[in-house]
């Protein structure tokens, strides 16, 4: 009954607090707490969180949004300073764009017991170019330390009326108290989506609005002259509210997509408009709508029916070719090698188009897919462009054309798409860059209709090593190591290895795996991507065993082990995303040096996920003074969901530990 009643009146007194928070007015208390009430690992919490969006009206520019927001941010240790520094997104479009002011901040430490201040001064706020889309607005705060408390506010003018960001209301630290208020006119009919797992509620209401609108109309006789007016515009806004409290922080863990499909947020996406003396205009979409309306760009379908600027190329890479795959990867291969990437995102092609883009041999991938997609029609094939958001864009929940943020190549061959992405030369048919692999894409054919395509790879990329080694009787071991890999794993092999000095990589080859000496190295089909990736080098490293008495202790795996598991939550509230099925298989022939005999084995061990989803097999023999070690794992699915979670965590742990053992030799 204590513990209700203490929980009861802390919530109390923390809802009074934050209905009383001030900009500047932060309290000693602030300044003095070391550690979160609630997580206390916590390296930093946002104590307060105020955003209002509102609207106004102005009779030579029309309506305008505007954003207030104000944060309050505790840094608790070193690992919290990231947050000394916070970062805005400012959008533009079409010549539009977001501007900031009202940018003050404060610095609030404790300096011999007594709270002391420092003013965010204007050599420490930053706006640059992000993009031809956005820029971005820094401010980096003062005296920053350990202990500080970080007030913030700033405002946004945006003549962006149909596009707001998300309300996040989780961050990878704590949030104690958020206050979001919208006020959007009767004339805006917004949806609303919201997302993440932990609950919020958003109260909605209506009130009633009225506003001064300056004008300038003509004389009483109708003459040229005007004068300017002042009038009351009336109307109805709908007012959309959330007030949270002490949400939880949203921990990041290895393979997870991307944290912001998880996060709790609401986002408002414009429905349909409804001006006085104007039209209804409906911007509700949808998948379908959104694909066609994309399709429809000018700075897309247009560019995909231009063939002229390629057509002599491209009859003459297919002339005497009658099969449609072998016709499909020439001209594939022609433009992989022909374009290079500019690294620039998007659905829509550059103002200069595909043409310019085609003749300088460089493009964004709207345009270099668009251009695959349009030379595979010319060869007779039945290519259609298929729109996908990237891993770093977010799953799209809900229609909207905004949601896809790339473009790839489809060729539909009976029941199937064959996948294409021109703008990584390392890649292959279905082996898409890793940014790509986002669950499903949206193909859209040439009359408008389209259909959904899963995006994730259904053939396992494969990881087999090889070792025949010898252990040495003062602990070393030496030996051969070949590695074979295939699909995403050689495409990520490929990439990396792209522009990287083979010395450079040996040495952080050799120090990854704790000081080995690699010789004799050999580096098969790295510029063929259809072609699994062939690596081979002899090693020799001191100290791989260990030696206490009379006996040496061998990990089997050696270098290869796993020694740590991913997976470290209490609990998961979200997948667990692999991007891909992988096999890994790990075969070992290991020779004991003279002198020893084998005192013990590790036993040979199999675990199973549920349902079939992954195995991992240890067996492991012994003949004569030879150890031959055969380790597989199998992850049969790309995304786990999290009902998966204990089952995988239990999975990984069984495989380090197995991973760890090791065996005995004893002398003779």
């Not at 802390?10 to 208390?29: I, P, Q, R, T």
């Not at 863990?253 to 609401?266: G, V, W």
Request: proline letters at 4%; charged letters at 25%.
């Amino acid at each position: 009954m204590k513990t209700k009643l203490f929980l009861f009146l802390f919530v109390g007194m923390h809802l009074m607090h934050a209905n009383e928070v001030k900009f500047g007015k932060v309290s000693k208390e602030e300044v003095s707490e070391t550690q979160h009430p609630l997580e206390s690992d916590a390296h930093a919490a946002i104590l307060y969180k105020k955003e209002r969006v509102y609207y106004n009206y102005d009779y030579n520019n029309g309506w305008s949004m505007m954003k207030e927001a104000h944060y309050r941010i505790k840094i608790y240790d070193k690992e919290g300073l990231d947050w000394a520094t916070l970062q805005v997104p400012l959008y533009v479009s079409n010549g539009d764009e977001e501007r900031i002011s009202g940018v003050k901040g404060f610095t609030f430490n404790l300096e011999n017991g007594k709270l002391v201040s420092e003013k965010l001064r204007k050599d420490g706020i930053f706006e640059e170019d992000v993009n031809k889309y956005r820029k971005k607005a820094s401010f980096t705060m003062p005296e920053v330390k350990e202990g500080s408390v970080l007030d913030i506010e700033y405002r946004i003018h945006s003549p962006l009326i149909g596009y707001m960001d998300d309300f996040w209301f989780q961050y990878d630290i704590p949030v104690n108290h958020a206050d979001v208020r919208l006020e959007i006119p009767e004339y805006f009919i917004f949806k609303k989506y919201s997302r993440g797992f932990y609950p919020i509620k958003l109260n909605e209401f209506k009130e009633a609005r009225k506003i001064s609108v300056s004008y300038r109309s003509a004389d009483a006789q109708g003459g040229a002259k005007t004068s300017a007016r002042t009038g009351e515009l009336n109307f109805t806004e709908y007012v959309y509210e959330v007030n949270a409290t002490n949400l939880p922080s949203l921990k990041e863990e290895k393979f997870t997509n991307n944290i912001d499909n998880y996060r709790t947020a609401i986002k408002f996406e414009l429905a349909s408009t409804q001006f006085p003396n104007s039209p209804y205009k409906n911007y509700s979409l949808t998948w379908e709508g959104v694909a066609k309306s994309i399709y429809d760009y000018d700075s897309f379908g247009s560019e995909l029916r231009k063939t002229s600027y390629f057509e002599d190329d491209v009859d003459q890479i297919i002339a005497g070719k009658t099969n449609d795959m072998e016709k499909a990867m020439l001209i594939f291969e022609f433009l992989k090698q022909k374009m290079t990437w500019d690294e620039y995102y998007g659905v829509s092609c550059s103002n200069d188009g595909v043409r310019k883009a085609y003749k300088e041999g460089s493009g964004n991938v709207a345009e270099i897919n668009l251009m695959l997609t349009a030379m595979l029609r010319h060869a007779g094939l039945n290519a259609n462009p298929i729109l996908v958001s990237t891993r770093s864009n977010g799953i799209p929940l809900f229609p909207t054309t905004d949601g896809f943020n790339y473009v790839i190549a489809g060729m539909e061959v009976q029941d199937a798409v064959i996948l294409f992405d021109a703008t990584e030369k390392n890649s292959s048919p279905n082996v898409l860059p890793n940014r790509a692999l986002n669950w499903m894409g949206r193909l859209v054919r040439k009359d408008g209709s389209s259909s959904s395509v899963d995006l994730m790879p259904k053939e396992s990329s494969r990881e087999i090593h090889s070792i025949y080694a010898e252990i040495g009787g003062d602990g070393s071991v030496k030996g051969k190591k070949r590695t074979h890999y295939t699909n995403q794993l050689a495409l990520s092999f490929r990439n990396m290895m792209e522009g990287t000095d083979q010395d450079s990589y040996l040495g952080d080859l050799e120090n990854h795996h704790g000081e080995m000496e690699i010789s004799s190295y050999s580096l098969e089909n790295n510029d063929n991507p259809l072609e699994p990736i062939l690596e081979t080098f002899e090693f020799e490293k001191e100290d791989q065993c260990e030696i206490i008495g009379d006996k040496i202790y061998v990990k089997p795996m050696l270098f290869l082990a796993q020694v740590e598991n991913p997976f470290k939550m209490e609990k998961r509230d979200y997948p667990v995303d692999f991007m891909y099925p992988t096999q890994e298989r790990y075969m070992i022939d290991l020779t004991i040096p003279e002198g020893y005999a084998i005192e013990s084995l590790p036993e040979s061990a199999m675990v199973k996920l549920p349902e079939g989803a992954g195995t991992f097999k240890y067996n492991i023999l012994a003949e004569g003074n030879r150890v031959r070690l055969n380790v597989s794992t199998e992850l049969n699915s790309a995304i786990f969901p999290s009902s998966y979670y204990e089952a995988l965590k239990e999975y990984y742990k069984n495989l380090v530990l197995k991973e760890s053992e090791r065996i005995v030799l004893s002398k003779v």
